[in-house]
């Protein structure tokens, strides 16, 4: 193995409170999933459980293992499922349990994994968002068999794109190990593109430039100039695109080094500016993250409620603030066709309301005068 891989390995494995033997680096986080669940044995005819609040990518990569994902319903006080829900949806073909901190907030782990242990099914922990973050003092996915992150350019830290999997039960090591044998290496277009991906994000994205950036970005990536998070065909099928299965580059590993260390600045400033977020609509009459998950909460974003979120989003352009989307759908970001996920919208009546609703706050910024002055402006569209 490469001096910089055991070196990212072992930097990861640190703030994780595990062993670098566990992690194992993938193209993109959708990737570690992949090669869990491939590692778990997921297959034809096997049932997934997976929140109705979730990345397309997610079920994107159950069924292309044949396998199906069983949605639950969401709580909307923490964006994660609705725990009274799971068990009406095992079945003695349900495989693994997957769970997630949306948002950065991680919540109700061990109940999560009482109710797995009593039907024996697997835990994976969707960490995306919550990379940093802790749920009870411990990692978030340090819980779970296994747990995978991102480090796509928007998530707690970043490598451009990037991902990597955290697999805490050792009876999977050799399993994942014989799986990633079929890994495709990165290619010189790959690092090529990478570069500019960097080049752009680092250099040139301002907030007054965010809006025109996400425009030229989305459509660069439309037409391949650019990596774009996620290809067409992966909103649009859930047929697996080419050279989906692919390792991650050195490239990625030297940047992954240097933004790591970065990441408990980062996480300080995150909570900082949600409190500031949550003073002031509190003060308004609005809705607020409940201050007692603040502790388990590492506010990659903050959710805000609004009607007409159109205009919102038109007035956040006008007014240079970098709002996000997610979760904009209950399989982000797809709008139609959700059957082809096995995602029927009548049955996850809390997950639909609030993914017509969410908007966030960016939490990374240095100063939020703006964002405040933005809300003032907004107030009476904010739930
Ligand atoms: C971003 C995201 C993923 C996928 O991460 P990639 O690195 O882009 O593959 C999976 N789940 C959720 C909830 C996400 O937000």
């Not at 480090?151 to 970043?158: D, I, V």
């Not at 003073?279 to 990659?300: C, M, N, Q, R, W």
């Amino acid at each position: 193995m490469r001096d910089i891989e055991l070196k990212y390995k072992s930097k990861l494995s640190e703030y994780l409170h595990a062993s670098s033997d566990d992690v194992f680096l993938y193209w993109k986080g959708r990737v570690a999933l992949y090669a869990i669940l491939r590692a778990m044995g997921v297959g034809e005819g096997d049932e997934v459980i997976v929140p109705a609040f979730t990345c397309v990518v997610v079920p994107n990569a159950i069924k292309y293992l044949k396998a199906k994902p069983v949605y639950v319903d969401i709580d909307p006080k923490t964006y994660n499922v609705a725990v009274s829900q799971i068990e009406s949806k095992i079945s003695d073909k349900t495989k693994v349990l997957i769970c997630q901190n949306t948002f950065g907030l991680s919540s109700n782990i061990e109940q999560l994994l009482e109710i797995a242990q009593r039907h024996h099914l697997y835990t994976i922990e969707d960490c995306t968002h919550g990379f940093g973050g802790t749920y009870h003092g411990k990692p978030n996915g340090s819980y779970c068999d296994a747990a995978f992150y991102s480090t796509q350019w928007n998530k707690p830290f970043s490598t451009g794109l990037g991902g990597f999997a955290l697999v805490a039960n050792r009876d999977l090591h050799k399993k994942i190990e014989q799986v990633n044998v079929s890994l495709e290496k990165t290619t010189l277009k790959d690092s090529i593109s990478l570069s500019l991906l960097y080049f752009v994000r680092e250099k040139i994205l301002t907030d007054r430039r965010y809006w025109r950036m996400v425009k030229m970005y989305r459509w660069l990536s439309k037409y391949k100039f650019v990596q774009g998070s996620s290809s067409g065909v992966e909103i649009e099928s859930t047929e697996m695109p080419s050279h989906y299965f692919k390792a991650l580059s050195q490239t990625q590993m030297k940047k992954g080094l240097s933004n790591v260390e970065k990441i408990d600045t980062l996480l300080d400033l995150r909570k900082r500016n949600a409190r500031i977020y949550n003073e002031y609509l509190e003060s308004k009459g609005k809705t607020i993250v409940s201050p007692e998950l603040f502790a388990d909460h590492s506010f990659l974003k903050y959710p805000l409620l609004v009607r007409n979120r159109e205009d919102v989003l038109r007035m956040a352009e006008e007014n240079c603030v970098p709002l996000g989307e997610w979760f904009c759908s209950p399989i982000h970001p797809v709008m139609e066709h959700w059957d082809l996920w096995d995602f029927n919208g009548e049955d996850y009546p809390q997950a639909v309301k609030y993914a017509a609703l969410l908007v966030n706050l960016p939490t990374d910024v240095a100063q939020t005068d703006s964002v405040l002055r933005f809300l003032d402006k907004i107030l009476d569209w904010v739930e």
